[in-house]
């Protein structure tokens, strides 16, 4: 239980988003790690130790804790939340290295995601795309009673399946593109799926991609390192899906005149 | 200090629609003349915000975190009650009504309730709307479950992740609004401030946690839907950014504090693994169907691989203390028991501060009777995620479970339309006290949370804004604002400046702190711990305040400094919380002082005694604080009436 | 909102990726046909000249579809950069190591998803080069004689570099089309669990044919399996040749 690992720790330093980064060795600060420790709680005592030394402490995105928020995830040795599949950055423990094992710690990189401080980058691309359609209409009031819309239990468990995307961005990081869509599909997927969401459908997929265009992520070419390292395991076929979707929606959709009134 | 509760009355079932109708509207074309301010973007912040900004209202949003789509809303994973009795299996909203005051050991309103009960019915309605996609039948139909040991099914699900979709559909409104122009959004942004002018809530002072810029925001309503306050005690299943700041600084403001004491435990959450544990993760409580709770008889043996301990030398203390229930013992009760087994020295795990705190939750007979693959169809996903967190396999060594603080149903106080004492400060979801008295049932906070937000202030936001005509008079330039801006710059430097000669890190007088309040202000309380503790925040807080380290500046993205805030904001709390516990001298729902409890009777076979004894004639009421400056607080009381449900003791 | 703002079909990476899949799918149709009519090279000479002169027989159609060949190629190659170099400007910086993301992934797998641009660059070298070799017939030192397609090709291939170069590009072909017919579906969004399986492993077949014939050809031409007869001098075949030419005239 008292098991300890010394590492050779490398962590990505940069003030803010123009200045230039490097990366600083905190090796004499990543001693006697406790191996029942997840990794944010590493950083955290890596942290504790750089603040008593009067050294401004590692900047990193994270809330939760508990792998369902979305907010932390940080490259280590390459690959986004680290080396185990399924698992985010905090459930990630550090009983998965060795002692003495050297660990090169990054934030995500794309030109979508530019560097906030350290480890943090802004995912607001993200917030954005959301915004441009992935939502479906239904204004407080004029709601069917629940059980008016029949939905097949394997339809909505698919929809579950997408609708499990926590947002992280591991997948953009993961990417050789720097591209967004396993989360733009993951989102298309889960509302496109339902019957609810089906009048917004082309709209919404010709709004999402769109803006996912204009945020300057890349395009697909089916590497699949998305699926990987999704730490929800959302498939890829949800891309397949997304696409289809897009297609028909620019071959059918003619956008409606837009009126003054209403905010649309 | 003023505290008209404004709750309606008449037939309980019809108080909510002729209030409604009482309530005053805004005219469409004049909404767009408002503007409001809603902080927070859990389920109660974001569907208040996208609500409002839908009727026509213009909404400044605000949330520390990057995203508004990740507010510890997210985490629930249970479910979501609702009167529907779609099962037919005799639920009404009468039943979940009496159900929720009863579970909360009848410490809330019954307006209030009822309303919650009866808009429980329309949440799930506009959630499926949003494309919540819950967890149907094979013919299409919502499937519903059981929880929390009611007698109907009428919790909605999806997987184990439905406070994620709630709170995903909630932001997709919001992101609706956003595109719409309606509401503005501004994430990575925290509030440090009220600013109340001639008594009326006026606006906030924020901090922008990337550029540290101080910014006063002002509006013609301020709704606060900041969650609650379960971080004071370091840890708890919280977010690690949850924080009390947004309601305390509406407390020093002149907001009363409604039963701070109030925090409830949940008690299967995975221990404690070393001292630099951040937080602490949720087990369902389903496990204790199927698992048997012991500690070693001996504590020589509390070091030792658990399988290796004879049957004879194992407590099962739960199903010895009460045979009836066993394992199954309501939450208060099998927490408590955990920690006084523990405290007695038989806990087992790792060793913190010289106690080790966790219970074995051994699923060997039931492996033994049912096979290994019924257990895993059952609980899969909680082993595999026990195995993550903890490294060991509960499937041959048995689990480790302790309790943990996961809800605080105390929070400002607030009327029937939600608004608090302080004139247009509006409060919801947890961090207001409303709706689940001094205990609450399970799958019953998400239910508050999109109540208030989607279906309560939209009307009662209204009926203020239309009494109160838009704000006038107040600009950049009012001495209100400018002092609530120079206050906040003077704290913040006042830690700058400290911090570049502190000694002690800001966690390590948050981990004090919490050690302190769990200790003494946790499971249970006595008079003698409550006024130790009494005596020991104010001095960590002063040791604190002189000696903590923060390295950097206040102009930067500095976290240290916004922990730094928080904090010093639980140490006023952590106070407020032991004099709170300290004054209600009665045991009720999660309030347990020891002093009151029952005693076994020899008479009743499996009676056992250890359960809350009310004082009703005391202290049926709500204690509601109000600050009178450093440390001085002032307790007010509004008495509570139940006409419907009859006051009883709990029994099992 | 973003409605009346929606960015053309062909300005997307979706949609470029789907133009992509489509000239893929049409290069890929002709290589199927086009590997099909080179098998009958096994049917010797007559056969295989024939075969030859009766395309030469229909120009229309022939440049026909050289035209939407080309089209194809020039759409597939400029949108390809066009989103390679898009990528590239989304992925500004890399990571200190490039451990590998997805261990299970096989090797061929992995390989070909990561060579997809090299691969493609070789192929379109390659294209140049045999087209420069048996149709236009302008690469110096190389046997071409317009009308005599058997011995061009034989010949070609009994040339050791040749035949190495047309072995490697196919077998990086191979490469391409693996992962291209793969893509493809997933591309086009033709997906289904109840198709994905049949669908691959038609893709895939088409692929095999496609390449080992395009593999078995200079293999046969350089160890002599194929055109045999044929002598080794090639002033011999020409000689002959104008006699035939000459008496046929």
Wanted: positive net charge; charged residues 25%.
């Amino acid at each position: 239980m008292g098991e300890t690992i010394d590492l050779k720790l490398h962590v990505w330093r940069q003030s803010g988003p123009n200045a230039p980064g490097r990366f600083e060795d905190y090796t004499h600060y990543a001693k006697a790690i406790p191996t029942h420790a997840s990794f944010l709680e590493f950083l955290d005592i890596v942290n504790e130790r750089l603040i008593l030394a009067g050294i401004e402490p590692i900047a990193f995105d994270h809330d939760c804790r508990e792998g369902i928020c979305g907010m932390c995830g940080v490259v280590i040795n390459g690959r986004p939340h680290g080396p185990r599949k399924a698992t985010t950055t905090c459930q990630l423990h550090m009983r998965h290295f060795r002692n003495g094992e050297e660990i090169w710690v990054e934030p995500w990189r794309a030109k979508a995601f530019p560097i906030v401080k350290d480890l943090i980058v802004d995912r607001s691309a993200f917030d954005r795309i959301i915004q441009a359609g992935g939502y479906i209409t239904a204004r407080v009031g004029s709601a069917p009673d629940a059980n008016a819309i029949l939905i097949p239990k394997q339809v909505a468990e698919e929809a579950m399946d997408a609708a499990a995307c926590i947002g992280c961005g591991a997948c953009v990081a993961a990417c050789p593109n720097g591209s967004a869509s396993l989360f733009v599909a993951a989102k298309l997927g889960h509302f496109n799926s339902l019957p609810q969401g089906k009048p917004e459908l082309d709209r919404r997929v010709l709004g999402m991609v769109t803006q996912h265009e204009k945020e300057g992520f890349g395009g697909c070419s089916n590497h699949y390192l998305c699926e990987a390292a999704c730490p929800k395991e959302i498939s890829v076929k949800w891309i397949a899906k997304m696409n289809r979707d897009f297609i028909r929606a620019s071959l059918r959709y003619a956008p409606p005149v837009e009126r003054k009134e209403g905010y649309g | 200090m003023d505290l008209k509760s404004n709750t309606p009355t008449g037939p309980i079932e019809k108080r909510w629609q002729n209030h409604k109708f009482q309530l005053q509207l805004v005219n469409p074309a004049n909404r767009r003349k408002y503007k409001i301010i809603v902080v927070g973007t859990g389920l109660a912040g974001a569907s208040a915000g996208a609500t409002l900004a839908d009727l026509g209202y213009n909404v400044l949003s605000f949330c520390y975190q990057d995203s508004p789509r990740r507010a510890h809303s997210i985490a629930a994973q249970g479910g979501i009650n609702a009167a529907k009795n779609y099962q037919g299996d005799g639920d009404s909203v009468f039943r979940l009504f009496y159900e929720t005051i009863k579970g909360g050991d009848f410490r809330a309103r019954e307006s209030n309730v009822y309303r919650l009960a009866e808009i429980s019915v329309d949440i799930i309605d506009q959630c499926v709307a949003l494309g919540v996609p819950f967890a149907r039948e094979y013919g299409g139909l919502l499937a519903n479950r059981s929880f929390g040991g009611t007698q109907v099914s009428r919790t909605f699900y999806a997987r184990g992740q439905t406070g994620q979709q709630l709170l995903l559909a909630a932001y997709s409104a919001l992101s609706r609004m956003i595109a719409a122009g309606k509401v503005q959004m501004r994430p990575r942004c925290e509030m440090i401030d009220l600013i109340v002018v001639d008594g009326r809530a006026r606006g906030i002072v924020t901090r922008d946690l990337v550029t540290g810029k101080l910014e006063a925001h002002l509006g013609d309503a301020v709704i606060l839907a900041t969650g609650g306050y379960g971080n004071v005690f370091y840890l708890s299943t919280n977010a690690k950014g949850c924080n009390a700041s947004a309601i305390w600084r509406a407390h020093r403001r002149g907001a009363g504090f409604a039963n701070p004491c109030f925090t409830q435990i949940h008690p299967t959450s995975i221990p404690q693994a070393g001292e630099y544990q951040s937080k602490l993760t949720l087990m369902s409580e389903s496990l204790r169907n199927d698992g048997r709770i012991w500690v070693p008889r001996k504590p020589e043996d509390c070091t030792k691989d658990p399988r290796s301990i004879p049957e004879r030398d194992r407590y099962y203390y739960l199903e010895e203390k009460y045979p009836k229930f066993g394992n199954l013992m309501p939450r208060d009760i099998a927490s408590r028991q955990a920690k006084f087994v523990c405290d007695q020295g038989l806990g087992v795990g790792p060793e913190i501060d010289g106690v080790r705190r966790g219970v074995y939750l051994d699923f060997t007979d039931a492996i033994k009777r049912d096979g290994v693959e019924v257990i895993r169809e059952k609980y899969g996903n909680l082993f595999d995620m026990y195995e993550r967190i903890t490294g060991e396999n509960p499937y041959e060594v048995p689990m480790r479970i302790y309790p943990a603080t996961h809800y605080t149903m105390g929070g400002l106080w607030v009327d029937y339309n939600l608004m608090s004492n302080i004139s247009g400060l509006f409060v919801a979801g947890e961090a207001n006290f409303s709706d689940h008295g001094a205990n609450r049932l399970g799958a019953s906070a998400l239910m508050q949370g999109l109540a208030d937000g989607f279906f309560i202030l939209p009307y009662t936001v209204a009926d203020y804004l239309a009494r109160n005509g838009p704000s006038k008079g107040v600009d950049e330039n009012h001495p209100a604002v400018r002092s609530a801006i120079k206050e906040a710059e003077a704290r913040i430097n006042q830690f700058i400046e400290v911090g570049q000669k502190g000694t002690h890190t800001v966690d390590y007088f948050h981990r004090k702190l919490g050690m302190i309040l769990w200790n003494e202000c946790g499971m249970t309380r006595n008079e003698k711990g409550l006024r130790k503790a009494l005596e020991e925040i104010p001095k960590l807080h002063e040791e604190f305040r002189a000696k903590v380290k923060i390295v950097g500046g206040g102009e930067t993205l500095n976290r240290e400094l916004e922990k730094a805030l928080r904090v010093d904001d639980f140490f006023e709390l952590g106070v407020l919380m032991c004099l709170d516990a300290l004054e209600r001298d009665e045991s009720c729902g999660c309030h347990f002082r020891e002093e009151h409890q029952t005693k076994p009777d020899p008479n009743v076979p499996g009676s056992y005694g250890g359960e809350c004894v009310r004082d009703d004639e005391r202290f049926a009421h709500v204690a509601v604080w109000e600050w009178k400056g450093e440390g001085k607080f002032a307790r007010h009381v509004e008495p509570l009436n139940f006409e419907y449900v009859k006051l009883e003791q709990r029994k099992y | 909102m973003a409605s009346s703002q929606v960015l053309s079909f062909t300005r997307t990476a979706i949609g470029q990726k789907a133009l992509v899949a489509v000239t893929g799918i049409i290069l890929y149709g002709f290589a199927f046909f086009h590997a099909l009519g080179n098998l009958q090279v096994f049917l010797g000479r007559e056969a295989f000249n024939q075969y030859a002169e009766m395309l030469q027989s229909m120009p229309k159609l022939v440049w026909a579809t050289r035209l939407v060949l080309l089209v194809a190629l020039i759409t597939h190659v400029v949108l390809v950069v066009r989103l390679a170099r898009r990528a590239r400007e989304a992925k500004p910086a890399h990571y200190r190591f490039e451990e590998r993301m997805d261990p299970s992934e096989g090797i061929l797998r992995r390989y070909a998803r990561q060579t997809m641009l090299l691969s493609g660059l070789i192929i379109l070298a390659y294209i140049v080069f045999h087209l420069m070799h048996l149709t236009v017939g302008a690469v110096p030192g190389l046997f071409f004689v317009r009308g005599m397609a058997y011995e061009n090709l034989i010949y070609g291939m009994r040339t050791p570099w040749v035949a190495g170069f047309y072995l490697f590009a196919n077998l990086l072909l191979g490469l391409h089309l693996y992962h291209g017919c793969r893509a493809l579906f997933q591309t086009l969004g033709l997906r289904h669990p109840q198709w994905d399986r049949r669908s691959f492993a038609m893709a895939l077949s088409i692929t095999a044919v496609i390449v080992g014939t395009n593999v078995i050809i200079p293999i046969a031409g350089l160890t002599r399996l194929v055109g045999g007869e044929l002598p080794e001098d090639p002033q011999e075949v020409l000689r002959t040749g104008e006699e035939k030419h000459t008496v046929s005239e």
